[in-house]
């Protein structure tokens, strides 16, 4: 059984910062990624950010990239999401995911039960 905890959700003003942490327990996925994911209202879920779980390799999608980061404390079986100068664009609930690699949501059988991040002044 596979268990994904997000948090750290909350409301920022344009040009704040969250860090969105996403704790995974029950099992990890050495060949996969964790993934996160966002979905806002009426529209379709979408690509983030993934970070491999054994290797040092991190993607982003072009919306994010510069201002967002994803790191991993395996340690700890935690990944986060370090966002900085937030849009209100960026508001949505985020996901994190793992089970599989690549930015196809429905690929990753895994998920937590997302976070909300309210971006708004």
């Known amino acids: 059984q596979v268990q994904l905890v997000e948090s750290g959700g909350g409301l920022v003003q344009p040009g704040g910062s969250l860090r969105l942490s996403c704790a995974v327990s029950?099992?990890?996925?050495?060949?996969?990624?964790v993934g996160w994911f966002r979905q806002a209202p009426g529209k379709e879920r979408e690509f983030v950010a993934r970070?491999?779980?054994?290797?040092?390799?991190?993607y982003y999608a072009d919306a994010v990239k510069g201002r967002f980061t994803i790191s991993k404390d395996n340690a700890k079986n935690t990944v986060y999401l370090q966002m900085n100068s937030l849009k209100p664009e960026d508001t949505a609930r985020y996901y994190c995911a793992t089970g599989s690699y690549g930015t196809v949501a429905n690929a990753y059988p895994y998920w937590g039960q997302g976070t909300q991040v309210t971006v708004s002044s």
């Open positions: 970070i491999h779980w054994s290797r040092d390799f991190t």
């Open positions: 029950g099992r990890t996925f050495s060949s996969y990624s």
